[in-house]
């Protein structure tokens, strides 16, 4: 419907090949350098790099005529301006189908008049172009449309091109941001297909790379107050990172509008489509993007290439002086009026980035239409092949060839060609002119490990600094140190917390802190896990010093009761006493003095079974000692009486045998204790948190128990056999002394108890020797100092008259 879209440049040919470049960017009401047909769009505002895509177009097709690639065919050419705007882009597309049918005013027969198209530059306006083409299987390969929907080869089943997608570009954008450690980034984008994939690509690889996002703005070049909020947010926002995913349109506007709200001294991290854009290279644009990183489009020479571009403008400058008064050169200088408006704009082609992707993308229909024409040396192409747009496209997913630069041109599964990147970083030249240097690369051909390599020493930072921005919601965590994250906010804002005690942090922003193993424990600024302090009851300590020296003192004063008594054996107060028992319970005490040593030292699997059994069977033989010589009290008042016959029942024989029996009860506690569950050695590390205790487990608690019962059960008997006996004659009456005894005995050892269950570590251990040499003591002093007393300081005592009580 209406007036046919014509080509902006055109070449008859037998194969025909289009392009659609923005080669004016805007639509306006401005009268336009082409064409003066008032019912046209009209446009305005040369883009030159557009114009340059189309000229590098035209520069393959006639390299490729000059060269005969094609023996006896020639490629023509149709190169439609679609001025930045959908609706033209749509009617170029239109034009380009229709042909010269359509022109002609003729009906359109449904095939298509090209065979292939290139472009578009942007994602968007490709979308639409392979769209629009896709039912007629028209092969379209754009140079710079990166968008990753553009891979879905069910939506777009004819689309090419020669550079990477997306895909590529975002992850490694993520993996820049990571390089540098920033965890806390803004994120601008073009709100278009190019800019919201993208997006969505980076902010998924963002994720899986720990990386926060303040905020995710957007909006789209004609919306003038979107902008402006978007810029306010960035303004306000505490991110030092900007990720900007946007095309050069979107670009130039918010670098526009960021330079009169005034905003400097973000780092910029940046995509393809406009970190070598001429046209953000602006007398302000430094102080907002300097130091700017992103990726670009490698350089590529293409031999003849430079010259030809500058040929064209310089051939139509002068033919335009040279023209007057000759009507067709007049004709010809006004239809390429348009390339002497350029010639401010010549004097740069060395920036070409995407120019060789449009050379690539002429090469590829080239060979594709190579295999189908069956060309060959001597007879040329097969003129008479009929060739369809869709035998183009399955030719293409096949071709496989290197250019005259050495690049070699394939194309994937998803019809694009491997990611190759640079870093770009945004600096000062030597005269104050911005220069695009590159600092590294990124190439998705290589092993996963040496793809992204990055020259640091030369990257220079926005406003100048030395060291690399920072940029993070929280400041990093040291060790000893980790993340507890702030309610309701992103996963990089977090609070620094010490860790634990026994807990440890050896890494800088450690989500966690790691518990130290059983023996070990964490230091004080917890960033190490340090051998926890063993602890026993060693001979070295003051303590176990002070409780040497008491139990080899009472040993001494034992032996010593024991030697006094052997030297007067034959006194009446010895004999009286029932020597025999006596130096029986001497020699038991002394057991007793020393078996608190065996509790000293390292535990080990001796010696826990030792100082239990030791002490056990010790202390009973003890207390059958004295439950012997207290029913030898009793008996013998008892046999004073007349006709009575008590004594020959409990004579020495007897004596011993009472006390063998009932020693021998404790030695069997003591065996199957020892056999069933003995006591082993115990690292116990639950008392103290840095401290481990080394110490004896009872293992069966019943047989530790059971010979402690049976101590007290003995205690108690004779407790209450010497209390009967407390009222007889004093002169000869023990009773009384072994009831004090035996009370002192019973005392520490009912306090004992809960002492000993309530003691921490080796206190444990101290409570219970305590508890030994205390009864022993108590029996010591209360049975035999007595004795001792009226045998040195009184011996005028110790005489059988006065012990029979008649002195």
């Not at 303040?214 to 306000?236: A, G």
């Not at 029986?584 to 002394?590: C, G, I």
């Not at 535990?603 to 069977?617: Q, V």
Request: aromatic fraction near 10%.
């Amino acid at each position: 419907m209406g007036n046919p879209e014509l080509p902006l440049l055109s070449k008859p040919g037998d194969v025909i090949i289009g392009g659609v470049f923005s080669i004016h960017s805007k639509v306006s009401q401005l009268p336009l350098l082409f064409t003066e047909k008032p019912t046209d769009l009209l446009c305005s505002s040369v883009n030159l790099r557009e114009f340059r895509f189309a000229q590098t177009m035209i520069f393959a097709i006639e390299e490729i005529n000059k060269n005969a690639l094609l023996p006896n065919i020639s490629i023509g050419y149709r190169i439609y301006d679609n001025c930045g705007s959908t609706l033209k882009s749509m009617r170029s597309v239109m034009g380009l189908m229709n042909g010269g049918e359509a022109e002609g005013g003729g009906r359109c027969s449904g095939q298509s008049s090209v065979h292939a198209v290139i472009g578009e530059s942007e994602s968007s306006s490709t979308v639409i172009l392979s769209h629009t083409t896709g039912p007629f299987q028209l092969p379209v390969i754009s140079h710079s449309a990166t968008c990753e929907c553009l891979s879905n080869r069910k939506d777009y089943p004819s689309f090419f091109r020669t550079i990477a997608s997306d895909l590529h570009q975002s992850r490694a954008l993520a993996h820049l941001v990571k390089h540098f450690g920033w965890t806390w980034v803004g994120a601008v984008n073009s709100d278009s297909a190019y800019g919201n994939n993208g997006m969505a690509i980076f902010l998924a690889a963002a994720q899986e790379e720990g990386i926060c996002v303040e905020y995710s703005e957007k909006f789209h070049r004609t919306e003038t107050e979107k902008l402006k909020k978007v810029v306010q947010v960035v303004r306000k926002g505490t991110a030092k990172v900007i990720v900007g995913f946007l095309s050069h349109v979107e670009m130039n506007e918010f670098l526009e509008e960021m330079s009169l709200q005034n905003v400097t001294g973000l780092q910029f991290i940046g995509v393809e489509s406009w970190m070598t854009a001429d046209s953000l290279i602006t007398p302000t644009s430094f102080s907002v993007l300097g130091g700017a990183l992103g990726f670009a489009v490698p350089k590529a020479n293409i031999t003849g290439h430079d010259s030809f571009l500058l040929r064209d403008y310089w051939e139509t400058d002068i033919m335009c002086r040279y023209a007057r008064g000759n009507v067709m050169e007049m004709d010809k200088c006004k239809d390429n009026h348009f390339l002497y408006k350029l010639k401010d704009f010549v004097d740069d082609v060395s920036e070409l980035r995407y120019s060789p992707n449009i050379y690539k993308a002429i090469y590829a229909v080239a060979h594709s239409l190579l295999s189908l024409l069956k060309c060959s040396d001597h007879q040329g192409c097969d003129r008479t092949a009929t060739i369809t747009p869709g035998e183009v496209v399955k030719s293409l997913k096949t071709v496989n060839f290197t250019i005259k630069n050495g690049d070699r041109v394939w194309f994937d599964s998803t019809g694009a060609v491997v990611a190759r990147y640079e870093v770009i970083n945004w600096q000062r030249g030597p005269n104050r002119s911005i220069e695009f240097k590159p600092v590294g690369y990124y190439d998705a051909a290589l092993p996963p490990g040496q793809r992204f390599v990055l020259q640091s020493e030369e990257i220079t930072w926005p406003q100048g600094k030395q060291q690399v921005p920072v940029s993070q919601c929280s400041e990093s965590c040291h060790p000893g140190t980790h993340k507890v994250l702030q309610k309701g906010r992103p996963l990089c804002c977090y609070d620094c917390t010490p860790c634990p005690e026994g807990e440890i942090s050896n890494t800088t922003d450690s989500n966690r802190c790691i518990k130290c193993p059983g023996e070990y424990w964490s230091n004080e600024n917890r960033t190490m896990c340090v051998v926890k302090i063993i602890e026993f009851l060693s001979f070295s300590d003051v303590m176990c010093k002070i409780i040497v020296f008491f139990s080899v003192l009472g040993a001494v004063l034992t032996l010593s009761a024991a030697i006094l008594y052997f030297l007067h054996k034959d006194t009446p107060l010895v004999k009286a006493n029932n020597s025999e028992l006596s130096f029986l319970l001497l020699f038991s005490l002394t057991l007793c003095f020393l078996c608190s040593l065996t509790f000293i030292g390292r535990p080990s699997e001796w010696s826990c079974m030792l100082r239990h059994t030791a002490f056990g069977i010790t202390f009973v033989l003890c207390i059958s000692c004295v439950l012997g010589k207290t029913i030898v009290v009793l008996m013998a008042f008892r046999a004073t009486l007349p006709g009575s016959n008590v004594m020959k029942w409990f004579g020495p024989l007897q004596q011993r045998l009472s006390v063998l029996a009932f020693t021998l009860v404790q030695v069997i506690i003591c065996i199957l204790w020892l056999t069933i569950n003995p006591p082993f050695p115990f690292k116990n590390t639950s008392h103290y948190k840095d401290t481990i205790i080394l110490e004896c487990a009872l293992g069966s608690s019943i047989g530790f128990w059971a010979v402690l019962g049976y101590i007290g059960l003995l205690a108690l008997l004779c407790f209450v056999l010497a209390f009967l006996a407390r009222k007889l004659p004093d002169n000869f009456n023990e009773a009384k002394f072994i009831t004090f005894s035996i009370l002192i005995f019973c005392a520490v050892w009912i306090t004992f108890i809960p002492a000993y269950v309530s003691s921490p570590g080796k206190f444990t251990v101290a409570v219970e020797i305590f508890a030994i040499l205390a009864s022993s003591y108590g029996l010591l002093f209360c049975i035999f100092a007595p004795k001792c007393h009226i045998i040195v300081f009184k011996p005028e005592l110790n005489t059988k008259k006065f012990l029979m009580g008649k002195a």
